[in-house]
């Protein structure tokens, strides 16, 4: 594991569970608790089981950090490493990334997840996952009646194309509002609708830019670490149609969580549900769109990768160097979502007027971030920035109201 290539600023202190009134210490005391409870509800699982996951719940607010018990995971040598720092300890007196990782992990030990044969393993929080996306269908079938319309502007990278690529930009990250891990009774009623607020509550946005980048881009490849399973995965997908359509990418590499993780991660099982799920869907649109994918997918245009790394409890300056090695081969890595923001720079007290490019300036090729705010990391903004958001909205930084597009080009690649 490589560490020699780190952010040019200083790195602060992580954030600590046990840091009173921080979204931190909610997650652990309210959160977290109610997610076992559905977890246990919405599951056929044995007593056995069940008991496991009543232990989890207390031990989650009084225990202590243990290795995580050798059940098959294929991450069991890497974890032993993880938790060393922190054996002993109260989960509530580590940092708050490690916490919530060890958290997922420990929730898969209780419900023997690698102990049954992959194809008859149970994702705890597939009912979640899927429960809401019938309602969000007829957003989807929107866009991809849009999509249909459009296909003669693929060759012409005129403003009309760029137009269209920042609408799909924008479904991109407001997509990252779907999160079921932060509010799993509204995720469901969700539906796209780009208005002037939505504009407003980006408070960085380099879609322009982006779209001028895509604009000079033919036939590279590009990487897509994704979030989130569901509309949101969905809203991913169209961007990576649009771009492969296009041949801005001649090959798409969507990197995804190799085992269910905050509630609604994609992994590959999931990839691959909802490109069948679109597949067979009544609306014809929505079939061509799918379809489409299904074509990059034989074609290898756009193959999905997991790795151990992306569930891990690791900030991305500590990548292993194969995996880095390889996203330097890209022309552009898009970064989606919350947690993979708080890898990215740190769950660290960050300064909120720190540079992003003096800290993302390690990552190995040019990326772009895109993220709901959903917790209380949050770099690159301006002093009026902040107070401007402040007075607007109280918890502007945790209720996934505001969200970021940013673009940074690595000026080695």
Not at 69 to 91: C, F, M, Q, S, T
Not at 170 to 176: A, C, K, S, V
Request: charged share 25%; aromatic share 12%; with cysteine.
């Amino acid at each position: 594991m490589a560490q020699v290539n780190l952010p040019h600023l200083p790195i602060p202190k992580p954030l600590i569970v046990s840091e009173e009134g921080s979204f931190a210490y909610y997650t652990f005391t309210h959160r977290i608790p109610l997610m076992i409870e559905r977890v246990m509800a919405e599951n056929d699982y044995s007593d056995a089981i069940l008991e496991n996951l009543k232990e989890l719940s207390v031990d989650v607010l009084n225990g202590l950090i243990r290795p995580i018990k050798n059940d098959g995971g294929g991450d069991i040598l890497a974890w032993d490493e993880y938790v060393k720092p922190y054996l002993g300890k109260r989960w509530i007196d580590t940092p708050f990334y490690f916490a919530e990782t060890y958290f997922y992990r420990r929730l898969l030990e209780a419900t023997d997840y690698f102990l049954i044969p992959i194809s008859e393993r149970v994702d705890p929080f597939k009912p979640q996952k899927y429960g809401s996306l019938e309602s969000v269908m007829n957003s989807v079938c929107l866009i991809a009646k849009q999509v249909t319309q459009l296909q003669e502007i693929y060759s012409h990278r005129d403003s009309q194309w760029q137009e269209r690529l920042i609408n799909l930009l924008y479904g991109t990250l407001w997509g990252n509002r779907a999160d079921l891990s932060l509010n799993p009774t509204e995720a469901g009623k969700f539906q796209h609708q780009e208005t002037e607020q939505d504009i407003d509550h980006i408070l960085l946005n380099d879609s322009g830019k982006i779209a001028e980048k895509f604009k000079n881009i033919e036939g590279d490849r590009l990487d897509f670490i994704v979030d989130n399973a569901g509309f949101e995965l969905i809203s991913d997908l169209f961007l990576m149609d649009f771009l492969l359509t296009a041949n801005v990418a001649q090959n798409f590499y969507i990197h995804v969580k190799s085992y269910p993780i905050f509630v609604s991660d994609a992994t590959r099982q999931d990839i691959q549900l909802t490109l069948e799920f679109l597949a067979n869907y009544s609306d014809p649109d929505v079939r061509k769109f799918a379809d489409r994918l299904l074509s990059y997918q034989k074609n290898h245009r756009l193959q999905v990768f997991d790795d151990f790394f992306w569930t891990s409890p690791l900030f991305f300056w500590e990548m292993p160097q194969l995996l880095r090695d390889n996203l330097a081969q890209s022309e552009l890595v898009l970064i989606k979502g919350d947690a993979n923001y708080r890898r990215l720079v740190g769950d660290c007290h960050w300064d909120k007027t720190s540079s992003f490019s003096n800290i993302v300036c390690y990552f190995p090729t040019n990326l772009v971030t895109f993220r709901t705010l959903k917790s209380e990391v949050m770099v690159g903004l301006s002093q009026e920035q902040i107070e401007s958001v402040k007075a607007k909205d109280s918890t502007w930084l945790i209720d996934g109201k505001w969200g970021i597009i940013q673009l940074y080009e690595n000026i080695n690649h």
